[in-house]
């Protein structure tokens, strides 16, 4: 085989296995999707495969320069300054774009290419492109589930750390950063306000839970627009609040809770009627390094805000802390008197304002303490505070109904007896049948209501007991008609048989026309609603007589005898059989 015909069968060779290598590549191109295209720089000419053609959606002729027409108006000017860069720095090209098909729909394409210098010596490009819409909308899907991820982490921590109803942090966060605080040894000072909504469960018995809710967001609101940048404000629980200031002195603290105390007498709205609620505050100081004290301390002080009256503010003392420990004892003394029944009632006369004759008494409560018998005064409001009040007050009843049925055998012309009756106790839904079980002689008793802040509007369950109350044979009181606490409003709702003008008001009557002109009144608006006044607190005969002229009906006071153990009263009772005048209409069992 001569030298020509061996290189003429070489050159069949290579042209056959160059074809099968075109047509391998073309097979392989078409299965990717890639499109493959070539750029003249000098002649400005594009052309396309129809693997490419096809991507773009587009009828192409070998040298048209349609692609700019086809990139998305919003991805335009980045691709075609990428390809400008890389013509003037005769460099490789890669870019990502997408484009707008001719039937409308948008793809995502990835273009790379190479410079080089072709066979005539002028400048080129030979590129690739392809499809990656599913790759990016799959980057995209999964970008938007970390995203959502996270999103669900960070409310799930904000859950963790905050309140739900008011946003604020909530007690865990609130321990955790006091407890961050104490380690912190740049700060020498925090102060604390502790503050709780006074009356709070009076609120959502009287108005119901969600406007409940309503005074807690309204309270809260307030916290927010009194703290200072930096300030800790959260809710503790229920109606409990807490704002922490890191500024130095009581003087920022004390601004914080003027502002608190100003907002609070805006009005909040709950079912069309217009509350101005209020709050007790104690606020307690201290260096950083003793932060995890501060909340008990704060806490005596919001006790002892609670003690003196409520809607108040109060700062830590020591002298707090000594007495928080004598209250304990008290308490702990208190639950044993409780479980032993270590209490007597001691009676005080009610006497007729005319005949000066005994028509009633008041039973008040003393607390047999060994040799010792102690007044209300150096118990009860422990007692109210942690919730004992109710049982003392069924002690109470249990103690006079013993003593009327003593007398009633003895032979005595009882008076009606009257029972305090707490507001908390009005609520118990089990009351009537409670009071069936104890067999309360009907005409007998009268129970007296001394918390009717409450009274404006009568709960459901109150109103049913009342009722019930009634029903058994059993009269109403209030007390301390005059103090601000019995409304006109709740007397008219509540009729109740007897009211009792407060002591306040009869010890400076004798001072002036004008503070017997307000008894007179007070008289005058029980006669309207046809209910007997009582006048406690009469000291002297110049205020029975005084108080007789303004029609009262009943006196009660040291002037006709101070309290007195039962059967050391019963001497002053009348026995059935004489003819001392019937009817009395009242006398009462009290915790005073």
Not at 323 to 347: M, Q, W
Request: aromatic share 6%; with cysteine.
């Amino acid at each position: 085989m001569s030298a020509e015909q061996a290189m003429e069968n070489k050159r069949i060779w290579t042209n056959n296995e160059l074809d099968d290598l075109l047509r391998q590549l073309n097979v392989a191109l078409e299965a990717s999707g890639i499109g493959i295209w070539q750029h003249n720089l000098r002649k400005n000419q594009t052309r396309w495969d129809e693997q490419l053609q096809e991507l773009y959606g587009v009828p192409k002729g070998p040298t048209d320069v349609v692609w700019l027409e086809c990139v998305h108006p919003d991805d335009r000017d980045a691709a075609n300054a990428h390809f400008e860069k890389a013509i003037e720095n005769r460099e490789d090209y890669a870019s990502q774009f997408r484009i707008i098909r001719q039937d409308g729909s948008i793809r995502h394409l990835r273009s790379r290419a190479k410079f080089f210098i072709d066979g005539n010596g002028e400048p080129c490009f030979v590129g690739a492109e392809w499809d990656v819409t599913d790759d990016v909308m799959r980057s995209h899907q999964l970008a938007e589930e970390r995203e959502a991820a996270d999103q669900s982490r960070a409310e799930a921590r904000y859950a963790a750390d905050h309140d739900h109803l008011t946003g604020l942090l909530n007690r865990r966060s609130f321990d955790a950063i006091c407890a961050s605080l104490a380690k912190r040894g740049e700060l020498d000072f925090v102060s604390l306000c502790h503050l709780d909504v006074d009356n709070f469960k009076e609120i959502n018995d009287r108005y119901g839970h969600a406007c409940g809710d309503v005074v807690i967001a309204h309270v809260a609101s307030i916290l927010k627009q009194a703290s200072r940048p930096g300030d800790i404000v959260a809710r503790l629980g229920g109606d409990e609040f807490a704002i922490v200031s890191m500024d130095r002195g009581l003087n920022a603290m004390e601004k914080i809770v003027a502002e608190i105390r100003a907002e609070l007498q805006s009005p909040v709205l709950l079912n069309g009627k217009n509350v101005v609620v209020t709050c007790s505050m104690g606020v307690a100081q201290t260096s950083a390094s003793d932060v995890t004290g501060l909340l008990a301390c704060s806490d005596l002080a919001l006790y002892e805000a609670k003690r003196n009256g409520r809607n108040r503010a109060e700062w830590f003392s020591p002298a707090m802390a000594a007495a928080s420990i004598a209250e304990k004892h008290i308490l702990y003394e208190l639950r044993s008197a409780i479980t032993n029944g270590n209490f007597v009632p001691f009676y005080q006369v009610q006497v007729d304002a005319r005949t000066r004759a005994i028509k009633g008494l008041e039973a008040l409560v003393r607390w047999k303490h060994g040799e010792e018998l102690k007044p209300p005064g150096a118990f009860l409001p422990t007692a109210v505070t942690n919730g004992l009040i109710d049982e003392i007050d069924e002690i109470m009843l249990r103690l006079v109904l013993a003593d009327l049925r003593r007398w009633q055998a003895e032979g005595f012309a009882l008076p009606r007896v009257s029972v305090n009756m707490s507001a908390s106790r009005l609520s118990d839904p089990d009351l009537e049948e409670k009071l069936k079980r104890l067999d309360i002689p009907a005409g007998q008793v009268s129970f007296e209501l001394v918390e009717t802040i409450f009274l404006d509007e009568l709960t459901p369950e109150i109103r049913a007991n009342i009722d019930a109350i009634r029903s058994l044979g059993i009269e109403i009181e209030i007390d301390d008609l005059g103090s601000g606490h019995a409304s006109l409003l709740g007397l008219i709702k509540l009729r109740p048989d007897r009211v009792k003008i407060d002591r306040q008001l009869i010890l400076p009557m004798l001072d002036g026309l004008p503070q017997q002109r307000l008894v007179a009144a007070l008289v005058d608006i029980a006669r309207t609603l046809d209910m007997e006044v009582v006048a406690e607190g009469v000291e002297t005969l110049g205020h029975a007589d005084v108080l007789a002229s303004l029609g009262v009906d009943l006196l009660q006071g040291f002037a006709f005898g101070r309290p007195e153990p039962a059967h050391v009263v019963e001497k002053r009772l009348e026995k059935r059989h004489t003819t001392a005048p019937t009817g009395s209409r009242a006398s009462s069992a009290r915790r005073r």
